[in-house]
T-cell receptor
Framework: NAGVMQNPRHLVRRRGQEARLRCSPM?????VYWYRQLPEEGLKFMVY????????ESGMPKERFSAEFPKEGPSILRIQQVVRGDSAAYFC?????????????FGDGTRLSIL | DQQVKQNSPSLSVQEGRISILNCDYT??????FLWYKKYPAEGPTFLIS?????DKNEDGRFTVFLNKSAKHLSLHIVPSQPGDSAVYFC?????????????FGTGTRLQVTL
């Protein structure tokens, strides 16, 4: 019963390094979403992708953050030149493409810590 | 602008009693709502949803009520069990009826005591 798979579960980076977070959606799901949860806060939307396309990136910071969902392989959230404020839990979710209301199913997240 | 609000950050309920978690929204375009449960160090787990064509949806011990005129929904858990202790989030899709981003409330931490 493969749910949404995220790796790594924990990632430690020094300031200025790059962080790459990976997400494999549930089987049959073609929509992928990334959310960020800062300490003591709720989940905030970052970006929504379908295969090879970014559909909505209204929640992405304008600089240093990028996301892709290639034809083959997992979705990648990339953070360049990380800063302390990037420390958070990053969650990926996926959903079916059925043209109606479908729940999003979440992975267990990547906890990013910046030293 | 917090368009989905959970005004109670925490709630403590005795085992066997009813837990009622509340959620308010401000965007009248929202017409589909979801509740998620989250344990520490895990991702949110989908619990139950409701569409605006209904005012109630039930699944086992979980019931969600929707009051559109008041822009209010609530999740009832009865009877509450210790394993229900978690953070509960309500959420709404930005564009209902299609795949779109979710707007989340800030969560309510439920503690079910023995």
């Amino acid at each position: 019963n493969a749910g949404v798979m995220q790796n790594p579960r924990h990632l430690v980076r020094r300031r200025g390094q790059e962080a790459r977070l990976r997400c494999s959606p549930m089987k049959g799901h073609s929509h992928v979403y990334w959310y960020r949860q800062l300490p003591e806060e709720g989940l905030k939307f970052m970006v929504y992708l379908q295969k090879e396309n970014i559909i909505d990136e209204s929640g992405m910071p304008k600089e240093r953050f990028s996301a892709e969902f290639p034809k083959e392989g997992p979705s990648i959230l990339r953070i360049q030149q990380v800063v302390r404020g990037d420390s958070a839990a990053y969650f990926c979710a996926s959903s079916l493409d059925r043209g109606d209301n479908q729940p999003q199913h979440f992975g267990d997240g990547t906890r990013l810590s910046i030293l | 602008d917090q368009q989905v609000k959970q005004n109670s950050p925490s709630l403590s309920v005795q085992e066997g009693r009813i837990s009622i978690l509340n959620c308010d929204y401000t965007n009248s375009m929202f017409d589909y709502f979801l509740w998620y449960k989250k344990y520490p160090a895990e991702g949110p787990t989908f619990l139950i949803s409701i569409s605006s064509i209904k005012d109630k949806n039930e699944d086992g011990r979980f019931t969600v009520f929707l009051n559109k005129s008041a822009k209010h929904l609530s999740l009832h858990i009865v009877p509450s069990q210790p394993g229900d202790s978690a953070v509960y989030f309500c959420a709404a899709p930005w564009n209902p009826g299609t795949a779109s981003k979710l707007t989340f409330g800030t969560g309510t931490r439920l503690q079910v005591t023995l």
